[in-house]
């Protein structure tokens, strides 16, 4: 279950050959698949193990903040 509000950037990498998905908010949380839909699905287990470890941890948890330029007012 999604239990967070993370931006996901997704593109594709000509020099991987896969569609790579990125989570700014995250530093360094990112993934990669073969369609848009697997990287977004292998980045939302990125981003759940990037959660689970800084609570592990007691790191701080950045408050999801990204926006990409098309939101911006």
């Not at 908010?25 to 981003?47: F, M, N, R, W, Y």
Request: aromatic fraction near 12%; glycine fraction near 4%.
């Amino acid at each position: 279950m999604m239990d967070h509000h993370y931006h996901i950037n997704v593109f594709w990498s000509k020099e991987d050959k896969v569609w790579i998905a990125d989570v700014p908010d995250l530093k360094p949380c990112s993934a990669h698949g073969a369609t848009p839909v697997e990287a977004i699905a292998e980045a939302q287990v990125a981003i759940g193990l990037w959660l689970d470890y800084a609570r592990e941890k007691g790191f701080p948890i950045p408050e999801p903040r990204y926006r990409p330029a098309i939101y911006a007012a």
